[in-house]
């Protein structure tokens, strides 16, 4: 691409003579930045590396000295603005077919889509992480996001993946985590899925055409993830224990999956433990700064589950096998 045809879409000013007139790819991360590329520098202190690792130019907010004449140097009024235009210009070489959809969706597409033939990206949040796969995108390739200002800004010409209405029959819950069903002639036995996620799951399975379906991609979601604990809160595996804590960390879910808690889980005593007061949980929360306060907390404290909302589900799963494990040592 024409350092040129690079200033005209980002409104860029050229502030040296370089040497070179093009550049093959765009990164903001110096670790991926390749001989060829146009590096956005968000770090002045990546500049030199980015340089010594082959960048052909250099788009920065604020002036810095020039310690390379010999590649472009492009000072633009924002950074973020810029990287917008140039994802936008990249994407509208194509016409992609492109969907909004939720966050229960999106997780499901990231597990799922990798193994059927369909191209699916799930944009990131951070446009940042997008920029670095774009040269991975053609006409092939399906967009989906959970963002719809990302994509406002990006690819406006989208669709919503959310409204078609799918129904399931034969639905078995065999618990909070796990339920079985039927959708049109195929059996789903014992998904490790809450029921309120069946309709999302059911959507992108049918979009994905899925032949072969594997249940170990869907027990990798992020979604209502789960640690089974004995009387000693030492880890057991699945549905072995009727003492549990639930890990969720997407603002957005929180209050369907503490009405679906709530609902489905009348006959034991729920606790809510946070990293910080959350106004969406109920008001008797337990609030610990770090993951390692939960033994005790557990500890001394009734519960058969524990909604755990701010930590990390492998920072929890660690610690609490690393107290295991130094137990286990007396």
């Known amino acids: 691409m024409q350092i040129t045809s690079i200033l ?52 920065v907010e604020n002036v810095c000295p020039i310690t390379d004449n010999e590649i472009a140097w492009i000072k633009v009024n924002n950074l973020e603005s810029c990287m917008i235009k140039l994802i936008r210009y990249k994407l509208a070489l194509f016409n992609l077919e492109s969907f909004y959809c939720n966050n229960i ?23 940042s992480h997008f920029i670095s796969i774009l040269d991975d995108v053609d006409n092939e390739t399906i967009l989906f996001s959970n963002n719809n200002e990302v994509l406002d800004k990006i690819y406006p010409n989208y669709r919503n993946f959310n409204n078609e209405h799918l129904e399931v029959s034969n639905l078995i819950e065999h618990s909070l985590f796990e339920v079985s069903f039927s959708f049109k002639d195929k059996y789903f036995q014992r998904v490790r899925i809450p029921s309120i996620y069946i309709e999302d799951f059911i959507r992108v399975y049918n979009y994905l055409n899925i032949s072969v379906y594997d249940d170990t991609k869907v027990k990798s979601i992020d979604l209502f993830k789960t640690i089974f604990l004995d009387k000693n809160f030492n880890i057991l595996e699945f549905g072995k224990t009727d003492k549990f804590i639930i890990l969720s960390n997407d603002i957005e879910l929180l209050e369907n999956e503490i009405s679906y808690l709530k609902s489905k889980f009348t006959y034991g005593k729920i606790i809510y433990i946070t990293s910080s007061y959350n106004k969406y949980l109920p008001k008797e929360q337990i609030v610990l700064k770090n993951p390692t306060a939960l033994k005790n907390t557990f500890k001394n404290t009734f519960f058969n589950a524990a909604y755990v909302f701010g930590f990390e589900f492998n920072d929890v799963q660690q610690y609490l096998l690393k107290e295991e494990k130094e137990i286990t040592l007396f």
């Open 105 to 127: 969706v999106s997780s499901f597409l990231r597990a799922l889509s990798p193994s059927t033939s369909k191209k699916i990206i799930v944009i990131p949040n951070k446009l």
């Open 8 to 59: 005209d879409i980002i409104d860029g000013k050229l502030i040296n003579s370089p040497s070179i007139s093009f550049i093959y790819s765009f990164k903001t991360k110096v670790s991926k930045v390749k001989e060829g590329d146009l590096f956005i520098a968000y770090n002045l202190e990546d500049i030199d590396l980015a340089i010594q690792k082959g960048a052909f130019a250099i788009i």
